[in-house]
């Protein structure tokens, strides 16, 4: 993306007169380090954000897997009964 920057400046920068090109030129590398560190700001802070969307997900998905756990656990029928019933051949 800084690539892109860069031509669009020397696109710019071309079509200036000789004077004012010497004044962007000047200029134009300490603006080229601001875009870098902009960019690689708002990088880390779009990580940043995605990292904490992610964390609130899965901890909701936890919270409701919790209840669903439980009650699969208390709904389990054929949990109480594992007594082997030999007249139908037939063990739960």
């Not at 007169?17 to 030129?25: E, I, K, S």
Request: proline share 1%; glycine share 6%; no cysteine.
């Amino acid at each position: 993306m800084t690539a892109q920057i860069i031509k669009g400046l020397e696109a710019a920068a071309a079509q200036l007169d000789l004077q004012q090109q010497r004044a962007f030129t000047a200029v134009r590398e300490g603006q080229v380090e601001e875009v870098k560190l902009l960019l690689a700001k708002a990088g880390d802070e779009l990580k940043r954000a995605s990292e904490y969307s992610f964390n609130q997900t899965f901890n909701y998905a936890s919270l409701m897997v919790l209840p669903g756990i439980l009650f699969g656990l208390m709904s389990d029928k054929r949990r109480g009964r594992k007594k082997v019933n030999t007249s139908a051949e037939y063990s739960a």
